[in-house]
């Protein structure tokens, strides 16, 4: 279903919604709009419980006037139902389980507390062990973008809520890839923190040592600011722990990106989603960056472990006693796994976990060899009945992109990035080390920007995007000015990244400066020298910024003849950067200033 913007009503991604209550708009309208959007959708597998309207248009009053410094005011969210919100019950998709608690799980609490307003709970595959949004005994949720086809799941209701744009984002789960696979078949964003970001205090566990809350979002900015929100560390929460809300700014213009090798990929006879993730790729390198294919194998082998042994007794062990005493009310296909894990023994759990720990040893390098990487976010769409015939088997294949990412402790989001011939969405997924949550959300962010795009399943277009918001870092900081090898996607830029570099932005020197090609060295390096006041060239360089220990530990292995010194740049400003010594083009060196910049330079051959 496809809706209009109203003259007086904005759409409701987050920037627009904020634009309309700083220009006086009221959250009342905007909640009563949510209850209208809800009667034209029309679907009642959406919500397993929707709040009151007239105590959410209570809440609304409270706010008052509009708070700009609170990031999500007035802003509507749902909550998948197996999340915490006072008040309304808790069911996990089993009736029988339901209880209604008299606290917010803690990121509902602290996304309440930025203004934001809960809408209801929404449907998912029961207790979160599912990623096709069938296994419900309410009625399933319809996919946005075309009934006939399953929604994704487990976190179902949100990621549909979201792409009708009934809410702004929805709070889903991940563990398999719950917050992924929704969102990447309705054309919404879905943001899978790194493991701990977001506490799991009041949320039902599938597998503890794995599970994270994720959110649904139209826009990566919204899901990004939603992250801002809600990434504290949380005591009461073993698993908690820091993860930085920084690095969402922009992109190096060089990226190197693995994805899996040609010969490892796995579309299972969808030949459109398959054109669709070769145009994705396109649009990656149109962006600047670097491809590098990535044998597969390893990472299909990690996703394999998770319904075998330790992690199939987790998710047994989490609702064990309630399992055993009402079998029975359980989704047949959800008692049949969880079943399963009565035969396993500790001895199964442990070659599990020793499984893995050797899976992970040996991709550590693998996964350290590129920045990020970009993987199908589902190897193809599935319809209904296909699910109904073969509900184990299709299910699988849908993780095939993401089952693994959890266990080897990555971070990730899922982007739209365009339409297939038959209209349907393409989707990838950006996959990083834990921590880099911010590197992926820029990329991703790039990427819908070059889609095209609408929203979800309303025709909203994608809002242009807002200026960027500062790089949020430690005071002491070290600004370091770069000029060659080190430069993002060149051969000694992995320097920077170990030591934890955060790139800044890319910028020219002031004319004061000549740029040469030295003469015999592995890699080629250029060497920057100091010429008289508007005698030279402004050189295009990168502003990186290290910590003073790491800024210690880079200047310390910096060869002769290259050395630190402070770099006039074009805006009138000045940072520590590299310099070269004049000996140094005595011996062949090649004066290239008028390349403008090295990456210039190399790109001329």
């Avoid at 297939?420 to 997924?429: E, F, I, M, N, Y």
């Amino acid at each position: 279903m496809t809706y209009s913007t109203s003259t007086d009503l904005p759409a409701f991604d987050i920037v627009s919604l904020s634009n309309f209550y700083r220009n006086g708009g009221t959250v009342t309208e905007i909640v009563e709009r949510v209850f209208a959007r809800i009667a034209e959708v029309d679907d009642p597998g959406i919500f397993i419980h929707l709040g009151d309207k007239l105590e959410i248009l209570a809440e609304a009053e409270k706010l008052g006037a509009f708070d700009p410094a609170k990031l999500l005011f007035g802003i509507p969210f749902a909550v998948k139902d197996n999340i915490d919100v006072a008040g309304m019950p808790t069911t996990a998709a089993c009736p029988d389980y339901a209880y209604t608690p008299e606290k917010d799980a803690t990121i509902v609490r602290l996304l309440k507390e930025a203004g934001a307003l809960v809408i209801g709970k929404t449907n998912l595959d029961q207790f979160a062990t599912g990623l096709v949004g069938l296994r419900s005994p309410y009625p399933v949720p319809k996919n946005a973008i075309d009934p006939t086809l399953v929604p994704g799941g487990s976190s179902s209701g949100s990621a549909v809520a979201t792409a009708h744009g009934i809410v702004s984002f929805a709070l889903g789960t991940d563990t398999a890839g719950s917050g992924r696979i929704p969102a990447g078949l309705n054309n919404i964003v879905g943001l899978k923190p790194s493991l701990g970001a977001f506490s799991t205090t009041g949320v039902i566990p599938a597998c503890r040592t794995l599970d994270c809350v994720s959110v649904f979002a139209l826009t990566v900015e919204d899901a990004w600011t939603v992250f801002s929100v809600a990434a504290r560390p949380d005591e009461t929460d073993a698993y908690s722990r820091a993860i930085p809300t920084t690095g969402y700014r922009a992109a190096p213009p060089v990226l190197t990106i693995g994805v899996p090798a040609a010969a490892d990929l796995r579309f299972f006879g969808d030949a459109s989603m398959e054109a669709a993730y070769a145009q994705a790729l396109a649009a990656l390198t149109g962006l600047g960056h670097k491809l590098v294919e990535i044998p597969f194998a390893d990472f299909y082998e990690v996703a394999d472990l998770l319904y075998e042994g330790a992690w199939v007794a987790e998710r047994y062990a989490a609702v064990k006693d309630f399992f055993d005493a009402h079998e029975d009310t359980f989704h047949p296909v959800t008692r049949s796994i969880y079943g399963g894990a009565k035969a396993l023994s500790a001895a199964d759990a442990f070659n599990g976990l020793y499984a893995l720990q050797a899976l992970k040893k040996k991709l550590a390098p693998v996964i350290g060899s590129v920045d990020l990487f970009c993987v199908p976010t589902a190897p193809r769409h599935f319809t209904v009945a296909e699910l109904e015939a073969e509900p184990i088997r299709e299910n699988s294949r849908l993780g095939t992109y993401t089952n693994f990412v959890n266990l080897l402790d990555m971070c990730g989001i899922a982007v739209p990035t365009g339409k297939r011939p038959d209209g349907l969405p393409a989707s990838v997924t950006l996959l990083a080390p834990a921590g880099k949550d911010g590197l992926t959300a820029t990329l991703a962010r790039d990427l819908h920007a070059a889609s095209g795009l609408t929203l979800g399943a309303t025709g909203w277009p994608l809002p242009a995007p807002t200026e960027a918001p500062p790089v949020v870092t430690a005071d002491d900081l070290i600004d370091l000015v770069v000029v060659g090898a080190h430069l993002s996607g060149m051969p000694l830029n992995h320097q920077l990244i170990a030591l934890d570099g955060q790139f800044s932005r890319t910028t020219r020197t002031s004319g004061d400066y000549s740029l040469y090609a030295l003469a015999g060295t592995v890699p080629a390096k250029p060497g920057m020298v100091k010429v008289g006041h508007g005698q030279g060239t402004e050189i295009e360089v990168e502003i990186w910024r290290l910590t003073p220990a790491a800024f210690g530990r880079f200047v310390a292995a910096i060869p002769s003849p290259l050395g630190i010194g402070t770099i006039s740049l074009s805006d009138g400003t000045s940072a520590k950067g590299f310099l070269c010594e004049q000996i140094a083009l005595e011996t062949g060196a090649n004066d290239i200033s008028r390349y403008g910049g090295w990456r210039a330079y190399c790109k001329s051959g």
